[in-house]
C-alpha cells in the first residue's frame, strides 16, 4: 500500500519565497555594510572641513562643497603623510602622541585605535612570515599562530618564535618558542591569517595544506 504525498501550492510557494529572499540578504548585506562604512568614513573625513570652507565659497550646491572638501582633506592626509617622513615631523607626531596618551578618556580611544591600524599596517605584517598551526592552549587543540622570528637553544637547536593572537583583537596574545617539529606551516597567507583573528574565524579560507617549513624558499606544500 502507497501513501501519495501532495505538496500543498502554498507552502511551495512560501519556501521559495524564503529561499530567494535569504538569497537577496545574503548579497544585499555585504553591500550595504560597505557602502555605510564608505558613507560614515567619507562624512568624517569632510565634517571638519566643509564648516570651514563653506563661507568662503559662497552658495555652491552642496555636491560641489562636499567634492572639494574631500580634495581638500585628500591634500591634508598627503601633507601629513609628508610631514611623517622627515625627522622634525616624526618628532612632533611623536610629541602630540605623548600628550594624547596623558588624557584619561582620549588615552583609551586613541591607543586602541592606534593598535588596530598598526595591526593592519603593512610594516606589521610584514614582522609576521608565515602562519602556522601549533597545539595551545592544550595538547589535541589547534591554534593559529603567526611566525615572527627563530631563536637559537643553548644546545644549538634552532626555535621558532610564534605569536599567538587573541580573537577578535590580534594587537594582544601570547609568545611562545617552539621546537620545529612542533610547528605546522600552513600555506595561508598573513593577510588571510589576520583576517581570521579579527572576524572569529568567520573570514577564513577553505581548505589550507600543511607545508614544509620554509628556510630561505616559499613554503611548498608536502605531498
Not at 15 to 41: D, Q, Y
Not at 79 to 90: A, D, E, F, S, Y
Not at 125 to 146: C, H, N, T, Y
Not at 188 to 214: F, H, N, R, T, W
Amino acid at each position: 500500500m502507497t501513501v501519495e504525498t501532495t505538496k500543498q501550492p502554498g507552502s511551495a510557494f512560501c519556501k521559495h519565497l524564503r529561499t530567494r529572499l535569504v538569497s537577496g540578504l545574503l548579497v544585499l548585506i555585504p553591500l550595504a555594510v560597505t557602502l555605510f562604512v564608505l558613507n560614515l568614513f567619507f562624512t568624517s573625513l569632510t565634517a571638519f572641513v566643509r564648516p570651514v570652507m563653506r563661507p568662503w565659497v559662497g552658495e555652491l550646491p552642496e555636491y560641489v562643497l562636499t567634492l572639494i572638501a574631500f580634495l581638500v582633506t585628500a591634500v591634508l592626509i598627503y601633507l601629513v603623510g609628508l610631514i611623517t617622513n622627515h625627522i622634525i615631523g616624526r618628532r612632533i607626531i611623536h610629541w602630540g602622541e605623548s600628550l594624547l596618551m596623558k588624557l584619561p578618556i582620549i588615552k583609551s580611544v586613541y591607543s586602541a585605535s592606534k593598535q588596530v591600524v598598526d595591526t593592519f599596517s603593512s610594516s606589521t605584517k610584514a614582522a609576521f612570515s608565515a602562519v602556522v598551526l601549533v597545539e595551545f592552549p592544550r595538547r589535541g587543540s589547534q591554534a593559529v599562530g603567526f611566525i615572527t622570528g627563530t631563536i637559537q637553544s643553548p644546545q644549538g637547536e634552532q626555535l621558532y618564535r610564534v605569536f599567538i593572537a587573541t580573537t577578535p583583537n590580534p594587537t594582544s596574545g601570547f609568545l611562545i618558542i617552539l621546537p620545529e617539529k612542533e610547528v605546522q606551516f600552513t600555506d595561508i597567507s598573513v593577510e588571510d591569517g589576520v583576517k581570521m583573528i579579527v572576524s572569529g574565524g568567520m573570514l577564513a579560507p577553505q581548505s589550507y595544506q600543511i607545508c614544509a617549513a620554509p628556510s630561505q624558499t616559499p613554503c611548498t606544500a608536502l605531498p
